[in-house]
C-alpha cells in the first residue's frame, strides 16, 4: 500500500516537517491545539518604577500640545464656571459604568474556555493593565499584564490569553467601525478644503486596507507574520530601538489565534459588552457637552470621538495618545461648527475623566496586583 506524505512548513517557526493526511476533523483538532499552545505561553511583563520617570514628564509635556489652541482663555474659563454640576457629576457615573462593563467583558470572554472571575477584579485589572500598557510597550504591555494578574487570579493559561488579547481586537475593531463611518459622512455630507479631503481619504484608505490585511493574513498567515516583522523591524530602525522578532511573532500569532477561537462561535456577547463600554464612553463625552450649555446630536458626537481615539491608538510612539487625542477631537468638533472654547473644555473634561483619572488610579492597583501575586 502506498502511502502519501506531505512536506510542509510550518508557518509559526519556519521548521519542515512530515505530516500525514488527515481528515477536517483532526486539522480542526490541531488548530484548536495550536491555539492553545499559542495562548498560554506568558507574555514577559515587568514592572521598574524607575523607568517610568521620563515618560511621565514626557506625557505632562505632551498636555501643553493642546493649550496654543486655547482661542481665548477668559471664554473658556467662562464655560467651565457656567458648567451644569449635576451633568459632570453623571459623565463620572458613565465612565465608572464603562470601566464596569470592561469587568464585565473579560468575564464574558473567559466564559468562552468555562473561567470565570468577578467582575470588580475584571475591571480594576483593565484599569491597571491600561495603566501599564500606556507606559511599558502599548497594546502590548497591556496584553501582558492582563494576562499576569489574570492568571495569578487562578484562570487557565487560555483563558488568560483570550482576555489579554480579545478586548484590544473588540474595542479596535468598533473604534475602526466608528472612525470609518466618522469619515465617510465628512466626506460626502461636509465641505471639505482639498487638504482636508485627500487626508481623510488616506485615512480610510489605510483603515480599510488594515482590515483587508488582517482577513486575508488569516489564511496566509507565514507571509503576513514576514511582512509583520519587515515593518516592526524598519520602525525601530527608524526609531533607534533594538529589535526583538520574537515579540512581534508572538503577537500576530495571538491575534490569530484569537480570531481562530472567535471564529468557532461565541464572540456575540462580547462584542456586544465591548460596544457597551465604549457607548457610555461616548456618553462621558456626551454629558460634558450638556454640561457646557451646547448638546450636539448623536452624528457629530460620533464623528469626533471614534477618529481621534484611533488617531491615538496608532500614534504608539505617543503613550496613552497624548496630545494627539486632544487636539484632533478638538480640531473636528470645531470644524462640525462647536465654538473652540467649548470644544476645549468639553474634550479635556472627557478626558480627564476617561484617560487621566483611571491611569492615575491604575498605577497603585497595578503595584498592588503585581506585589500580591509575586
Keep these: 500500500m502506498n502511502i ?21 476533523n483532526e486539522n480542526k483538532n490541531e488548530n484548536k491545539n495550536n491555539n492553545h499552545k499559542i495562548l498560554v505561553s506568558p507574555p514577559p511583563l515587568a514592572l521598574r518604577a524607575g ?10 509635556l505632551a498636555v501643553h500640545l493642546v493649550l496654543p489652541q486655547l482661542a481665548s482663555v477668559e471664554s473658556s474659563l467662562q464655560v467651565i464656571r457656567t458648567m451644569a454640576l449635576w451633568a ?19 468575564n464574558s470572554i473567559l466564559a468562552i474556555v468555562n473561567q470565570q472571575l468577578s ?47 480579545l478586548p484590544t481586537i473588540f474595542n479596535n475593531a468598533i473604534l475602526t467601525l466608528l472612525a470609518a463611518a466618522g469619515i465617510v459622512h465628512l466626506l460626502l455630507a461636509h465641505e471639505l478644503s482639498t487638504i482636508q479631503f485627500y487626508a481623510f481619504l488616506l485615512i480610510l ?26 515593518i516592526a523591524s524598519s520602525f525601530a530602525r527608524l526609531l533607534r530601538r533594538p529589535f526583538t522578532p520574537t515579540s512581534t511573532e508572538n503577537s500576530v500569532s495571538r491575534l490569530f489565534a484569537a480570531l481562530d477561537i472567535l471564529h468557532d462561535g461565541g464572540w456575540q ?17 456626551y454629558l460634558f457637552f450638556i454640561a457646557a450649555g451646547h448638546p450636539v446630536g448623536l452624528e457629530v458626537l460620533l464623528i469626533g470621538y471614534g477618529l481621534p481615539l484611533l488617531f491615538g491608538k496608532m500614534a504608539f510612539v505617543v503613550p496613552g495618545g497624548v496630545g494627539v487625542v486632544e487636539s484632533t477631537m478638538i480640531a473636528l468638533y470645531t470644524g ?35 506585589r500580591k501575586g509575586s
Design 336 to 370: 462640525l461648527g462647536v465654538p473652540s472654547s467649548v470644544a476645549v473644555v468639553v474634550v479635556l473634561g472627557y478626558r480627564v475623566f476617561s484617560f487621566w483619572i483611571p491611569t492615575l488610579v491604575g498605577f497603585p492597583i497595578a503595584f498592588y496586583l503585581q
Design 119 to 165: 467582575i470588580l477584579k475584571g475591571a480594576c485589572i483593565t484599569l491597571a493593565a491600561a495603566s501599564m500598557g500606556m507606559l511599558a510597550g502599548g497594546t502590548l504591555g497591556n496584553a501582558a499584564a492582563t494576562y499576569s494578574w489574570v492568571r495569578k487570579s487562578g484562570v487557565s493559561a487560555e483563558g488568560s490569553g483570550l482576555a489579554g488579547t
Design 51 to 60: 523607568h517610568y520617570l521620563p515618560t511621565l514628564i514626557f506625557l505632562g
Design 205 to 230: 484608505s489605510i483603515l480599510s486596507f488594515g482590515v483587508a490585511a488582517v482577513s486575508w493574513g488569516r489564511n496566509h498567515r507565514a507571509r503576513f507574520k514576514a511582512v509583520a516583522l519587515g
Design 88 to 106: 459632570v457629576l453623571l459623565a463620572a457615573v458613565a465612565e465608572l459604568i464603562s470601566y464596569i462593563g470592561y469587568g464585565y467583558l473579560i
Design 269 to 285: 456577547f462580547p462584542a456586544l459588552l465591548a460596544a457597551f463600554s465604549i457607548g457610555f464612553d461616548a456618553l462621558t463625552l
Design 4 to 24: 502519501k506524505v506531505q512536506r510542509i512548513i510550518d508557518g509559526d517557526n519556519g521548521q519542515e516537517g512530515l505530516k500525514m493526511p488527515g481528515n477536517k
